[in-house]
């Protein structure tokens, strides 16, 4: 058999279109974009069969889901450290190089939650809403 498995999944043909169909874009696009893109080459493949598979590749730490102000989950290919910054007027999301270092007494502030991590997204007005 061969050996595709990285991370806990297995690459299947309906993963590796999906999860190279994302890593081509930058616009961090919903579960429903995906879907019209990815049907282009697998014009079998249902909606449900998306989210489940996004979901997978997600867990597996192969992409990212990030969950905006909006109801819905957009997902990212780009597995390099970013930042993320929102245009208040499109609500698109963009990339910025780098990320942001936080101070650590985050770590000391008094919950009984056990922390996990945090996450920043900026917020701005994007070069085309200008
Ligand atoms: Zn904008
Ligand atoms: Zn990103």
Request: contains cysteine; charged residues 30%; glycine residues 4%.
């Amino acid at each position: 058999m061969k050996k595709d498995k990285l991370g806990a999944i297995r690459l299947t043909k309906q993963r590796k279109v999906i999860l190279e169909e994302l890593k081509k874009l930058n616009t961090h696009p919903t579960a429903d974009e995906i879907y019209f893109i990815v049907k282009k080459r697998l014009p079998k493949i249902s909606i449900a069969t998306v989210y489940r598979n996004l979901k997978a590749l997600s867990a597996a730490g192969y992409i990212i889901t990030l969950k905006t102000a909006e109801n819905q989950k957009r997902f990212d290919g780009n597995m390099q450290e970013h930042t993320h910054i929102r245009c208040v007027k499109c609500n698109k999301i963009h990339d910025i190089e780098g990320k942001i270092k936080l101070p650590q007494n985050y770590k000391n502030l008094k919950t009984n939650f056990d922390i996990l991590g945090y996450n920043i997204y900026l917020y701005g007005i994007c070069p085309n809403c200008l």
